[in-house]
Every structure is written in structure tokens, then in C-alpha cells.
């Protein structure tokens, strides 16, 4: 006998700020903390998990205008879900905080429906694969060179992971000498055969981003990162043109016509999808289809724990982020957090939803509201 959906009795939110380990930075910001917003969606016993990294505004905004559009709703019925809140906030923009704050809904709604069903999330959504490919990211331009030498031997030589990233575009791209000393540095501390990539943060020009990406031809640099600001497509194609690296970006996508936007303008060889800005889990899976119809893969952006089951779901997808300051928060907060070692996620597949269980206790001390 078919069962009779049950409804959403509830939407908590709690925010909590976290600071940094060290200050970090990239080409165009610093920072000292980073604040999580976390949505638990439950029905009748059942509680699903999600979240995203951004303003804290996020937490009230889920409180005040998402949360009573989705209390009472079918708890299967995810689409139904995301539709309203887009709907709801059209007004007010979809770009921009209120992104963030319903793709922390949606991603608590699908893990919620997981946990109803009791299967893994990466099950549910039609997994693909049960490994995922990780690169380990991090290497702010604010690490010393001890710093930076001990984070990439960690990835590279303790767990086995064949990938790793740094922040490069120092000053807004005022010091491209320094860029190139840590990329060279990057290389010696790696060895030949693990691959580079470089994340220049959009902070420099078109011509300065390729002098950069040639000056370095013996790095053998594998992926240049927003080489020159994600709004300039134009930029992007033409730094694409012109280099060895495959040129990524997408991070601040919100829709699938920006994707799509950014696909068409053939500006980049891996499209970015960050399922904690662009709309949950919902718009990530839709987007990696736009993504797909280009011939193109995918890379998921940051928030590693909440990728990895879409990721695992999503044919044309290429690796996930590993990324330093989320991957401490995310291991710190949950139990059934996700081991990189040999340089891929494992999803089993024996713990319903994402696997994940909040450790109160851990948060709690960084809880703001
Ligand atoms: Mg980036």
C-alpha cells in the first residue's frame, strides 16, 4: 500500500560563527571567521540536516519568510518546496543572501526526505558512483611558507590526495612576483606528479593572468581558477584561449541562465556549481545538466560534506573541493564526517540521508543565534 506522505512540522535554524585557525585570505578578501547557517527540517521524528556558509541575515531570513512556506508542506515533495520559496522571494531577489539561505533549506529537505525513506542521499538521488574525487584547496596567500610547505606535504603525502590548490593573486594581483615564488614553491613540495591548480580570486587583467599562467609553463599548472573576475566572460574565454590550464569558474552562479550564460560564452573548460549558494541540491543537479548539454564537467565549490552525495549522483562531474576551512568545521560539527584519504570520498551507503549527526556539544560554543 502506497504510503501517505508525511508533512514538515518544523524548520530550525541556528547560526554560528567559527573562526578561522589563522587568518586567510585570497586575491580579493580576508577573512578571520566564517559563519555557518543550519537548517534542521523535521518531520514527525525525523530530522534532516543542511546548511550554508554566509551571512548570519540568512538565519533570520529562513526564519521570518522561508520557514512558514515549508512548515506543513509534503516532506517528499522537494520541488514543490523550492518552487515556493523562489516564488515567494522573487521580489526580493533571488541573487545574494537569500540564495544562500534557500539552498540551506533545500539541502535539508533532500536529506530529510532521505532519512523519511531511509536510504542514503547519494542513493536517492541516483548515484552514479560510490567514490568521489577530492582535490585538497587552501593555501591562502596569508601562510607563511612553513605554513603552506605543511598543508600541501599533509594532502599529498599523509593522504594520498593527487590534487591540491592555492590561493594565488596576492594584493588584488599587485604582487605577481610572490604569486609565482608559492606556485614554484607549490610544485617543489608536491613533486611532478601530483597536479597544481591555482586560484587567482578574479584579481587579475586578462593580459596580466596569461603573463602569469606562461611565466609559469614549467609548473605545468592543470587549472587556473577565475584568472580574471567571473562577471567577464569575455576575460574568461579569452585567458582560456591563451593558456595550457583548464580555466574553471561559477562559484557565484545563483540560476541555471547564469550557467548557462557562462557554458555558452565557451569561458570556461569545467564548470563550478556551489550547492550552498546556487539553490540547494535541487539547482546543483539542474545545473550540472547545463553543464553536461555543453560537453562539459563539473566541480563542486566548497562545503565539502554537503556535496559529496550529490557529486556522487551527478554523471559528469569531476572532483569535488576539499576546502581547508570548511572541511575543519564540517569534522568538528558532525559525526559520519568523510575521510579524503587516496584522494576520494567513500559513500558506503549504509547511513540514511548524508550520513551526518550534529555533535551539539562541539557547536554549541560557536552558536550566535
Ligand atoms: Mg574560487
Not at 129 to 151: H, I, K, M, W
Not at 178 to 203: F, H, K, P, T, W
Not at 268 to 282: E, F, H, P
Not at 322 to 344: K, N
Request: aromatic share 8%.
Amino acid at each position: 500500500m502506497a504510503m501517505t506522505c508525511p508533512r514538515i512540522d518544523e524548520v530550525d535554524v541556528r547560526v554560528y560563527t567559527i573562526p578561522t585557525d589563522e587568518p586567510e585570505a585570497d586575491g580579493t578578501i580576508a577573512w578571520d571567521s566564517t559563519t555557518m547557517v543550519l537548517v534542521h527540517a523535521r518531520s514527525g521524528g525525523t530530522i534532516g540536516v543542511g546548511w550554508t556558509y554566509g551571512a548570519a541575515q540568512c538565519g533570520a531570513l529562513i526564519r521570518s519568510a522561508l520557514a512558514p512556506l515549508i512548515v506543513g508542506q509534503p516532506a517528499l515533495d522537494t520541488g514543490r518546496c523550492f518552487q515556493a520559496m523562489v516564488a515567494a522571494m522573487r521580489n526580493n531577489g533571488r541573487q545574494g543572501t537569500i540564495g544562500y539561505a534557500i539552498s540551506a533549506v533545500d539541502t535539508a529537505l533532500w536529506d530529510l526526505k532521505a532519512r523519511l525513506l531511509d536510504v542514503p542521499l547519494h542513493r536517492l538521488l541516483g548515484a552514479v558512483r560510490d567514490t568521489v574525487p577530492v582535490y585538497g584547496s587552501g593555501g591562502f596567500t596569508t601562510y607563511s611558507d612553513a605554513r603552506l610547505t605543511e598543508q600541501l606535504s599533509r594532502w599529498v603525502q599523509v593522504e594520498a590526495i593527487p590534487r591540491v590548490k592555492i590561493k594565488i593573486g596576492q594584493s588584488q594581483g599587485a604582487d605577481t612576483r610572490r604569486d609565482l615564488e608559492r606556485m614554484r614553491q607549490a610544485r617543489e613540495v608536491i613533486g611532478s606528479s601530483v597536479e597544481l591548480y591555482v586560484d587567482a580570486n578574479g584579481c587579475y587583467s586578462r593580459k596580466q593572468a596569461i603573463r602569469v599562467a606562461h611565466t609559469a609553463t614549467d609548473l605545468d599548472i592543470r587549472w587556473f581558477e577565475e584568472p580574471v573576475t567571473s562577471d567577464d566572460l569575455e576575460g574568461l574565454r579569452e585567458v582560456r584561449d591563451a593558456v595550457d590550464a583548464d580555466v574553471a569558474a561559477g562559484e557565484y552562479g545563483f540560476d541555471l541562465y547564469y550557467f548557462r550564460r557562462m557554458c555558452q560564452a565557451q569561458a570556461v573548460d569545467c564548470l563550478q556549481i556551489d550547492a550552498s549558494r546556487c539553490g540547494g541540491i535541487t539547482e546543483w543537479l539542474r545545473a550540472a545538466a547545463v553543464a553536461a548539454s555543453f560537453g562539459l564537467d563539473v566541480s563542486a565549490h566548497c562545503s565539502p560534506h554537503l556535496h559529496a552525495h550529490m557529486a556522487a549522483a551527478t554523471p559528469n562531474l569531476r572532483h569535488l573541493e576539499w576546502f581547508h576551512d570548511h572541511v575543519r568545521i564540517e569534522t568538528r560539527f558532525f559525526d559520519g564526517a568523510l575521510d579524503p584519504q587516496g584522494g576520494a570520498l567513500q559513500l558506503d551507503g549504509s547511513a540514511p540521508g548524508n550520513g551526518l549527526t550534529l555533535r551539539e556539544s562541539d557547536a554549541d560554543r560557536y552558536r550566535v543565534s
